[in-house]
């Protein structure tokens, strides 16, 4: 076991700062002259805005201004990033989606008005003397209702509710149909991907500032990625060129997907700032997240599994409906259609797959990304399918997983639905949790329960995503408007200290530890020489940001390639210090020596002599030992694994306690094992919280009805088991230098399945016929089930 | 927040002096009035903190009558109503930590959540809520949702709790607030037994009286076979259906039996 280097469980450096207050956050920041905005938003889902009277408020004590959607006239609206094409070749709908409402109110929680006052009651008292004008319209709120011939539209200027008809692989469709129409057995399953709020503890935050002396504009905001914020806002917003534009995303505590997005209240404060010539801030409540942040999941499918007299797999084919709520957000598109879509083979040799998406429009909060983001939404329909058919079958759901897995030998493999994986070994997952779950001993476990009048249940799920996003050249062809590399500067300083800037931003990832292990590994210097610096578009070349699971891969990979160069140079200067040939110097524990004999400089003195250049080949290379790269990676990378729940269900009350967990993941190659064990902690935890307790609900009016924490449920630490972790088995990723995967999202994307597939087998090994309960399985939804 | 007044009296004259401003509120606790006065859905004119009356505050155990003061916290009758097991299980799992450091009996009664934890117990114990200028029977105190017996301006000083002999409460959480669900106190006297029900009525607390009769008669889970709740009078919300609560009433019945017996 490495020390401090790659694979070494080093204690997070961050935790201290975290834990004991001194973190510094967005809300953390307050500038000198600081105003506060208090965003008026709508009560209601869908109306005709005819007027907003401010003048009264205007009036008000310590009102600056209020700014309504005529104050943004000559602004753009925000942008989306992802442009779907589809079914028959036209885009996707795309409706504008502005600062603040224009003309129509299309969700709870729309910006209709904003106040800029000294203090934040201030603003709060000055909203409320805000005489809005509308006229309520009928809310359109169930996708299918909403996709009927003369439903009310969300976007009158657009052709109907739906954003778009996507069909992959559409070439495939009618030879999956011949599939099943041939097939010996097919089993359906219809289903729902309950909507979620992602809730990071730390609220959205945004502070825009303006400098009048060199006319440039500072965004402090919650970000997992501010460049992109700087690119979109800059760019398509406001046209603050990048150059006078900065964006600082300091501390940010937790993201969930949640915080890649451009909002609105971000192009606000900027905005506001440069007008008012003062500081202005935005603190998100609680109360407000709900109804602001962008919302994740939501999707209702239909999904059919052929299969063949020898229980193999033949085609595979699904119709979903994918919730946009009532604009695109920044990444929206994407998620049910390139995220998911492209993962539906799942660990299987399924030869024919086609997957329809309807994307609709709704009078509900948008709905983007979210922890797993297409990926779990794939898995969970995919997974309960296959249990579905065991069961139909009468075989053992282990057993007819590995029967259809893509075979170890089969690398690489190149599925039907576009995406080729490297690399991958299914079966040494499954075997390896059947083993750490004591599979074959569960009958006595169940007994045990039994006795104590508990129906025990177990489950298994097999989940693969696609991490690490992604080839800028692929990813542009499925419609992509940015590229999805990354970048990293190394600067090695004088006294051969290290700072890395690096795009990847970090919100709870832990890289400020982990990175440091790489680069300490590769020039043999203790990881506390090397300090990681994000989060700040002033001093990081350039970033795409931390989501999909792609920090490590991607960020890491560009600052491997960063320190190669760096090694490469010192190289040279080192056998200019020792009078010998490059070709013949070699690096190991911080010092250069020439192969062959006794000859030694240290790390030290080579970056002495890269800023001190008294004794330096001038004509050769430049001083100073500084470098950057960008990497764009040739392929996704593909975690895969076996996770498997036991769990415990109250035949008299419906409640389900999760037993026991156990997770065997294949990351490829781990740099921090204490911390991937977390990363998979917290996953399992959010689709536990999926499967178990979470829901977001809108009634028929649009009104949210889980609107706090009085009604959404969050998971907490005694609703967890222990969570049995491995990552022993490795398959590492061909193509990029550290052969890492990426482990931020599988937890939640593996774990909803293997719940609710142990519920279910609870319930019928109970004798009852229940086939499916939609998530969340909470106590009331599964006692209905039993009685049904 | 809207700004307000704020007056911590000593006693409780000077609380009732106080009292008598028009939209003036007690304070106890303030586990639920602070929070509505965040959100702005409550505006009083002036606070009169309950907490700083040393008369309002203890536990007391005299004879077969254990007497709590209003402002007692949820964990200070954790910690001190030994004499009455099943009362402090309750008040010590009332919420978090947080909650039961700074929630109070007296608080809880006057506001009668229609999911609060308490008012089960003072309605199966037959409890006497004490009050400024009088003294209510338990029977006459809840009178549904967020109502009580209470006239403007008088508060609760104490409650008067017989000892039963035995007792239990069993409650369900629901998932999100994890207030119960429902929740149901069963005590039983030497002339009968008493089961109140919190969390599931649409009239707030009740007493299910046929599942008293049976107990009396039968001190035990077996005695509630035969009987059902009615579902039509229950709560439907996202987290349970009026048949599902109605279930759960006879479910946590005759668990709290068994844990009494």
């Known amino acids: 076991m490495p020390k401090d280097g790659i694979g070494a469980s080093v204690k997070r450096r961050e935790d201290p700062r975290f834990l004991t207050g001194r973190g510094r956050y967005t809300d953390d920041i307050n500038l000198k002259g600081q105003a506060h905005v208090h965003f008026l938003r ?26 309504t959607a005529t104050d943004f006239a000559a602004v753009g609206g925000l942008p989306c990033g992802w442009q779907i094409t589809d079914r028959h070749g036209q885009p996707m709908q795309e409706p504008k989606h502005p600062i603040m409402a224009e003309g129509k109110i299309r969700h709870v929680g729309e910006i209709l008005a904003a106040v800029v006052a000294e203090s934040v009651e201030q603003a709060r008292d000055a909203a ?7 006229e309520e319209l009928p809310a359109v709120i169930d996708m299918k209702a909403a996709c009927a011939e003369g439903a009310v539209k969300v976007h009158d200027d657009l052709a109907s509710n739906l954003c778009y008809d996507w069909g992959f692989v559409e070439e495939n469709k009618a030879a999956v149909d011949e599939a099943f129409a041939s097939a010996a057995h097919v089993t359906t399953l219809e289903l729902v991907n309950n909507r979620l709020v992602a809730n990071p503890m730390e609220p959205r935050v945004a502070i825009g500032d303006y400098a009048l002396h060199d006319d440039s504009s500072t965004l402090y905001t919650t970000s997992q990625n501010p460049h992109v914020i700087r690119l979109l806002m800059g760019a398509f917003v406001l046209g603050i060129p990048e150059h006078k534009l900065r964006v600082v995303a300091p501390d940010v505590g937790g993201g969930f997907g949640t915080k890649i997005f451009h909002y609105a209240e971000e192009a606000f404060c900027t905005f506001a700032a440069k007008q008012l010539r003062r500081p202005v801030k935005w603190t998100s409540t609680r109360s407000e997240a709900f109804i602001s942040d962008a919302h994740g999941r939501d999707h209702v499918t239909k999904i059919e599994l052929a299969l063949d007299g020898d229980n193999n797999f033949t085609a595979l084919r699904t119709d979903t409906y994918a919730n946009m709520g009532a604009y695109l957000s920044t990444f929206a598109p994407s998620v049910p259609t390139w995220l998911h879509g492209t993962l539906m083979a799942g660990n299987y040799r399924t030869p024919l797959i086609y997957v329809n998406v309807k994307a609709v429009f709704t009078n509900t909060v948008p709905v983007d990304a979210y922890r797993g983001a297409g990926r779990p939404e794939a898995t969970f329909q995919l997974e309960r ?13 282990a057993e007819l997983r590995r029967q259809n897995f893509i075979r170890k030998d089969e690398f690489p493999y190149a599925t039907p639905v576009a995406v080729e994986y490297d690399t991958g070994d299914y079966e040494a997952t499954l075997n390896k949790a059947l083993e750490m779950s004591d599979y074959a001993g569960f009958d006595t476990r169940r007994q045990e329960s039994a006795g104590r009048g508990k129906l025990r249940g177990i489950g298994l799920s097999h989940y693969i995503e696609a991490c690490g996003i992604a080839p800028s050249n692929l990813v542009g062809q499925l419609g992509a408007r940015a590229g999805l590399y990354e970048s990293a500067t190394v600067r ?8 890395v800037m690096t795009g990847s931003h970090s919100h709870g990832q832990g890289h400020e530890t982990s990175f440091p292990q790489v680069i300490a590994d590769m020039i043999g210097i203790a990881p506390d020489q090397v300090e990681i610096v994000h989060g700040d578009t002033a001093n990081t070349p350039m970033g795409m940001g931390t989501y999909g699971s792609r920090s490590i891969a991607v960020g890491g990979s560009a600052m491997v390639r960063a320190t190669e160069k760096i090694i490469a140079k010192a190289k040279k200067i080192a056998a200019h210090l020792m009078e010998a040939a490059e070709a013949d110097i070699e690096l190991k524990d911080g010092a250069f020596t020439v192969a062959g004999t006794d000859k030694s400089v240290a790390w030290g003195d080579v970056t002495l002599a890269a800023y001190v250049p008294h004794n330096y080949p001038l004509d050769e290379i430049e001083p100073g030992l500084e470098e950057t790269a960008f990497y764009d990676p040739a392929n996704f990378t593909y975690p895969s694994g076996c996770y498997i729940c036991e769990v415990e269900v109250d035949p008299d009350t419906g409640q389900v306690e999760v037993q026991s967990f156990t997770a065997a993941d294949d990351f490829g190659n781990v740099i921090n094992p204490m911390i991937v064990e977390g990363q998979v902690h917290g996953g399992v935890g959010q689709g536990i919280g999926q499967a178990l307790l979470e829901n977001c609900v809108y009634d028929a009016d649009g009104q949210l009805l889980s609107a706090s924490y009085m009604d959404y449920a969050m998971p907490r630490a005694r609703d967890l088991p222990m969570i049995n972790v491995d990552h022993s088995c490795c398959t590492p990723c061909t193509h990029n230098p550290l052969g890492v995967k990426g482990c931020g999202e599988a937890g939640a994307i593996g774990s909803p399945p293997a719940l609710v597939n142990a519920v279910i087998d609870a319930l019928q090994r109970a004798g009852t016929d229940v086939g499916h309960i939609d998530m969340p399985l909470s106590p009331d939804r599964v006692w209905a089930a039993m009685n049904a | 927040m809207y700004n307000f007044d704020f007056v911590k009296p000593a006693t409780v004259e000077e609380a009732l002096a106080a009292l008598s401003d028009e939209d003036a509120q007690p304070l106890s606790g303030g586990q639920t ?20 009356i040393a008369a309002l505050k203890g536990v007391k155990t005299s004879g077969d009558v254990m007497e709590i003061g209003a402002t007692t916290t949820h964990a200070e009758v954790a910690a001190q109503a030994t004499a009455y097991p099943a009362l402090a299980a309750l008040a010590g799992a009332i919420g978090d930590p947080a909650v039961r450091n700074r929630g109070t009996l007296g608080g809880s009664l006057a506001n009668n959540d229609p999911a609060a934890c308490y008012p089960a117990a003072v309605l199966a114990s037959g409890a006497t809520v004490v009050t400024s200028g009088r003294e209510i029977a338990a029977d006459d105190f809840f009178d549904g949702m967020f109502t009580t017996a209470l006239d403007d301006g008088e508060i609760v000083t104490a409650v008067k709790f017989p000892i039963p002999q035995a007792a239990a409460y069993v409650k369900f959480e629901q998932p999100a607030s994890r207030f119960p669900l429902c929740g149901v106190f069963v005590a039983k006297y030497a002339d009968g037994v008493r089961v109140a029900v919190t969390g599931a009525s649409e009239e707030g607390v009740f007493r299910w009286t046929e599942a008293e009769a049976a107990l009396s008669a039968d001190f035990s889970a077996g005695a509630l076979t035969d009987l059902s709740l009615p579902a039509d009078g229950m709560m439907t919300d996202l987290h349970g259906s009026a048949e599902y609560r109605a279930h759960l009433v006879k479910v946590l019945t005759g668990r709290a039996v068994s844990a009494a017996a």
């Open chain 1, 385 to 397: 399918v296959v249990d579905k058919a065991a069961r139909e079958l009468g075989v053992d759901p």
């Open chain 1, 492 to 499: 090695v300083n004088a006294t051969g200290g290290i700072v």
């Open chain 1, 42 to 67: 709508a009560d209601v889902a869908h109306a005709v805005l005819n007027g907003i009277d401010t003048a009264e408020a205007a009036a008000m004590p310590g009102v600056l201004r209020i700014f």
């Open chain 2, 33 to 52: 009035l602070i929070p509505s006065m965040k959100q702005r859905l409550n505006a009083p004119s002036k606070l009169v903190s309950l907490l700083g």
């Open chain 1, 128 to 134: 409320e003397a805000i005489v809005v004008d509308y």
